[in-house]
């Protein structure tokens, strides 16, 4: 029973087209994240919902918008595309703000043409 | 300067050798500390957690914090070649109000048989 799935696993699209990504996690958790992981590997914070509510905003663009429709799960949704989105898009989930440790879904790799 | 920095590798050992991990950090506020290791098209699985210097062991691996010198390293003892993955050190800091983590880039480990 996956603990953190994310959907779609694969987007190829074009440049300028708006895109969606899903996350669900079903452990109860409180803290919801998504994170950018580029070509060299390097992960990074884009955003933080804690029980619905935006908690950590990271310089990312004004194209990128997450939502979170209720705690167990945190969209993100994507305005006119960019070559520079390219890149493994993970969720992930933890119990608290305060406690750390996160558990990661297996990432949504966006292709941009 | 990133704020933790860890060495991409990639490092190949043969299998049974004892691997080591470092990470180096600079900002003194970092307070937990995390390894992840993630496999090819793999979201990062935690590994190990810890908050204060000194070691810490599960199974074949040991983490260790020396907070005095801002140094993490994991040992892998009697390596096999399913540990082959890149591993990720993580660093946990309060910001804004809320808490967030850091990660270094990642070492690629490769045990060959």
């Known amino acids: 029973d996956t603990a953190v799935s994310q959907t779609p696993k694969y987007l190829v699209t074009q440049m300028g087209n708006d895109k969606s990504i899903k996350c669900e996690q079903n452990?109860?958790?409180?803290?919801m994240y998504w994170y950018k992981q580029d070509s060299k590997k390097f992960l990074k914070i884009m955003f933080s919902?804690?029980?619905?509510?935006?908690?950590i905003n990271e310089t990312v663009p004004n194209r990128f918008s997450p939502k979170s429709p209720d705690k167990a799960h945190l969209n993100l949704h994507i305005n006119s595309l960019e070559l520079g989105d390219s890149a493994v898009y993970f969720c992930?989930?933890?119990?608290?703000?305060?406690?750390?440790?996160?558990?990661f879904g297996d990432g949504t790799r966006l292709s941009i043409l | 300067q990133k704020e933790v920095e860890q060495d991409p590798g990639p490092l190949s050992v043969p299998e049974g050798a004892i691997v080591s991990l470092n990470c180096t950090y600079s900002n003194s506020a970092f307070q937990y500390f995390m390894w992840y290791r993630q496999y090819s098209r793999k979201g990062p699985e935690l590994l190990m957690y810890t908050y204060s210097s000194g070691n810490k062991e599960d199974g074949r691996f040991t983490a260790q914090v020396d907070k005095s010198s801002k140094y993490i390293s994991l040992f892998i003892r009697d390596s096999q070649p399913s540990d082959s993955a890149t591993y990720l050190c993580a660093m946990s800091v309060r910001s804004g109000g809320y808490n967030k983590l850091i990660f270094g880039a990642g070492t690629r480990l490769a045990v060959h048989p």
């Open positions: 919902y804690n029980n619905k509510e935006l908690i």
């Open positions: 452990l109860g958790h409180d803290t």
């Open positions: 992930a989930s933890s119990p608290g703000d305060r406690y750390q440790p996160q558990h």
